[in-house]
């Protein structure tokens, strides 16, 4: 009978993992310490950065800005060259249902949805990313309403993976580490 595919991977996972420190060069010690990272630790950091901003627009475009501060976003988080700082949960959520008002009021009234484009994940730790693209605007029937870059700052928290600030930039404009 041949062993499961995933058998193998897991036996080799578990021999590495109980490889002494010790075995370790010091190069590795110390780039560990100094916190470098893995391409592993980099994809999955990566991963989680992406899904948490997409879980904010699925929630944004749904209206649904309650699940904001207790799922997407670190409280408090920052609006950068704004000068706006948004401190509570109940702040938060009133803050971009105001957001969310302006955009059907001043754009579209048949606005639907914002799309998120990656552009760019710069990978700073194994707890903080920034992440550059282009939101993207629709309404009702898949037409554009409004076309921007933004760049978010992304983190692991106790709670886990959060938005601590992001920027409006130009959709020409490309974060790369």
């Not at 062993?3 to 060069?25: K, M």
């Not at 710069?122 to 939101?135: D, F, K, T, Y």
Request: proline share 4%; with cysteine; aromatic share 8%.
């Amino acid at each position: 009978m041949t062993p499961h595919p995933l058998a193998a991977a897991s036996a080799f996972l578990l021999a590495i993992a109980a490889v002494p420190v010790a075995a370790q060069s010091a190069a590795e010690r110390v780039d560990h310490i100094r916190g470098v990272v893995s391409l592993n630790e980099a994809a999955i950091v990566r991963a989680e950065a992406i899904h948490t901003v997409e879980k904010y627009y699925e929630y944004f475009s749904t209206n649904q800005m309650d699940r904001l501060p207790q799922e997407t976003h670190h409280v408090p988080w920052v609006f950068l060259g704004t000068g706006v700082f948004t401190m509570t949960a109940e702040e938060t959520a009133r803050n971009y249902r105001a957001r969310r008002q302006m955009v059907v009021d001043t754009m579209d009234r048949d606005y639907q949805r914002s799309t998120y484009s990656v552009s760019s994940v710069c990978v700073l730790s194994r707890s903080a990313a920034i992440l550059s693209g282009v939101n993207t605007r629709t309404n009702s029937t898949g037409g554009i309403v409004s076309v921007e870059g933004v760049a978010y700052i992304v983190m692991k928290a106790p709670q886990g993976w959060r938005i601590v600030a992001f920027s409006e930039i130009t959709p020409e404009k490309v974060i790369a580490c």
